[in-house]
């Protein structure tokens, strides 16, 4: 029977089980978090991102889930600097052109602070004389620091980035650092 992991993954987590960083300085992985033998991620979460990460034990549904070919769809939240116009969303959703080429284009809407978020630690610098508000991206490829650079290339760099929903899986009811089966309740590891 296939193992589906939902994981509320917190800032400053790698997405992998082991640190292969530099000796001595030991960085948070999933293994502070499950311990659920023989799962793997499918896809990444940058370190600096927080939110959705699903892993599981058959890899047909992970190369599904990850593989920009099949394009599922993947729904961030992201609290940008300054407030976007039309015009700049409008960027987005015809498809900005980064150092790699031209992004597919994105579903995108401002939206308020999604209510409930958990705190991050540590916070969001924040600056008096610069505004930033929240908008919800949606897209259908995975690369590389992809929202990241592509709020950049409209002029509103990314602050706070936190993956809500990768197709039909989302985040709903998981706290930060929690994780469930797909089907079953919330469980954190202390």
Known sequence: MTRL??????????????????????RRTLSDFLDVPGVYPAGRLDRDSEGLLLLTDDGK?????SNPRHKMPKTY???VEGLPDAAALQRL??????????TRPAKVRRIDAPS??????????????????????T???GRNRQIR???AA???????????????????????????AAGITPRKVS
Do not use: Y
């Not at 992991?5 to 030991?26: A, H, M």
């Not at 916070?123 to 610069?130: A, D, E, L, N």
């Open 77 to 79: 939240w992201a609290q």
């Open 149 to 151: 650079r592509m709020t």
């Open 154 to 180: 409209i002029g509103h760099p990314t602050l706070r980035l936190i993956r809500w929903r990768i197709g039909e899986w989302a985040l709903d009811g998981l706290a930060s650092g929690e994780w469930r």
């Open 93 to 102: 959703r015809d498809g900005v052109t980064l150092n790699d080429g031209p």
């Open 61 to 65: 549904l992970q190369h599904r889930i």
């Open 5 to 26: 992991i939902l994981f509320n993954k917190p800032f400053d987590v790698l997405s992998q089980f082991t640190d292969r960083g530099t000796e001595g300085t030991r």
């Open 116 to 137: 409930g978020l958990w705190p991050r630690i540590p916070p969001v610098r924040f600056r008096k004389t610069v505004p930033d508000c929240w908008i919800e991206i």
């Open 139 to 141: 897209v259908t490829e």
